[in-house]
């Protein structure tokens, strides 16, 4: 089955009981027993299972090309979960251009139960080689990059990580499985913030992990299951029924996306544009090779240099709306500086480029004529 087949009816069936075509949302918490211990079928409560997430579940599993999916209550919980099969002395290589809340869980809550981390550039593969010891035991990659657009080489990591039988995980929250595929380019677990693209409409917040290992996929059930973050029945019909339109909306995102990109590319006030689809980008070679397009996340920063002008600039601007969060249908704008990662130390921020003129567009499905004259007014 192609792709955009399988958004809509990979690892689907319409709904046993009734025949209904869409998943229905199975709002309940428990499941009738006919004899104790022998539930009408494979569901008994909620939180180890139930249908509309199950539904969810394997949908994300088709459309990664993965074994077995399973659906949280947030994306950090989804990442949370993988965190947990670590103990102390235990050692990470993590991107050094992770988003904030994820270096946030990292540093600020993991550090404290005695887990080593170690943030770097991970296209420095001499690097990551050097640093992987016995107590190496997880690898963690977001590319493209927040809000940098940093691409890295998934199968180059996937090599390493793989000789060294280390659990290779990759956020694909920004390229989505539309456009990339990591777990076919040798990873592990790909989790995904499906508050984002997944979702596609701004309005749930949901997380998700996919593995190819049937065994891993229990161990990740299983940590699931005993703390808790489940992703509820209405919010899990919500990421399905975004699901089934992710191949029209990512192809739109990316056309817009290069459109607004070389709009921002040949204006006088910009300075840098970080696009991985554009030809000047450091890593672009890598990013054509492994991703089938680009996407619909643009940033860039003023040749002024100012973050009065960037402040300025998203305040006037009237369709894109100025809010944090990314991947819904409409455009947003976001300073992350002062926003989605303000949780990063000002000296760490500045040291990898996220600088206080830098500003990041989702760009949305709406018709670029208008996006584009709304970016054009905002500079003026
Ligand atoms: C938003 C986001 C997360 C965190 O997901 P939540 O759903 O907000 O918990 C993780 N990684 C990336 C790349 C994100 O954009």
Same mark, same amino acid.
């Given at each position: 089955m192609?792709?955009? &087949?399988?958004?809509?009816?990979?690892n689907q069936h319409h709904d046993p009981a009734t025949g209904a075509v869409m998943t229905p949302v199975y709002q309940t918490s428990t499941f009738v027993q006919t004899s104790p211990g022998k539930p009408v079928n494979e569901f008994e409560y909620s939180r180890a299972s139930n249908p509309t997430r199950s539904a969810l579940e394997n949908a994300l599993a088709s459309i990664e090309n993965g074994g077995r999916g399973l659906a949280f209550s947030s994306g950090l919980a989804a990442t949370d979960c993988v965190l947990r099969g670590l103990k102390a002395g235990d050692e990470v290589i993590a991107s050094d251009d992770l988003y904030g809340g994820t270096f946030r869980l990292f540093s600020r809550i993991y550090k404290d139960s005695g887990i080593v981390f170690h943030f770097l550039d991970l296209n420095e593969i001499a690097a990551v080689q050097q640093l992987i010891n016995d107590n190496t035991k997880l690898i963690w990659l977001e590319?493209? &990059?927040n809000p940098l657009m940093k691409i890295t080489d998934i199968e180059a990591v996937a090599k390493l990580a793989n000789a060294r039988k280390i659990l290779f995980a990759v956020d694909n929250t920004f390229a989505t499985p539309y456009l990339q595929k990591p777990l076919d380019l040798g990873a592990d677990i790909v989790m995904h913030s499906a508050t984002k693209y997944l979702g596609g409409h701004s309005d749930v917040i949901a997380g998700a992990l996919v593995v190819k290992d049937a065994t891993l996929g229990e161990q990740?059930?299983?940590q699931q299951f005993a703390t808790?973050?489940?992703l509820g029945p209405m919010d899990s019909y919500l990421v399905l029924r975004g699901i089934k339109t992710l191949h029209l909306r990512v192809q739109r995102h990316s056309e817009n996306g290069r459109k607004v990109a070389d709009y921002?590319?040949?204006h006088p006030a910009v300075a840098n544009v970080y696009y991985p689809g554009l030809k000047t980008h450091p890593n672009h070679e890598i990013a054509a090779k492994q991703m089938s397009d680009f996407g619909g996340m643009v940033s860039f920063t003023f040749k002024s240099a100012q973050k009065a002008d960037a402040i300025s600039f998203l305040e006037k601007l009237k369709v894109f709306t100025?809010?944090?969060s990314l991947g819904g249908v409409e455009s947003l704008a976001n300073h992350p500086a002062l926003m989605t990662h303000a949780s990063i130390p000002e000296e760490k921020r500045k040291a990898i480029g996220i600088t206080d003129d830098l500003v990041r567009l989702s760009v949305g499905v709406e018709d670029i004529d208008d996006l584009l004259a709304d970016l054009e007014q905002a500079f003026q």
């Open positions: 192609k792709f955009n &087949t399988k958004v809509i009816h990979g590319t493209p &990059t990740l059930h299983f808790g973050a489940t921002l590319t040949q100025l809010a944090e």
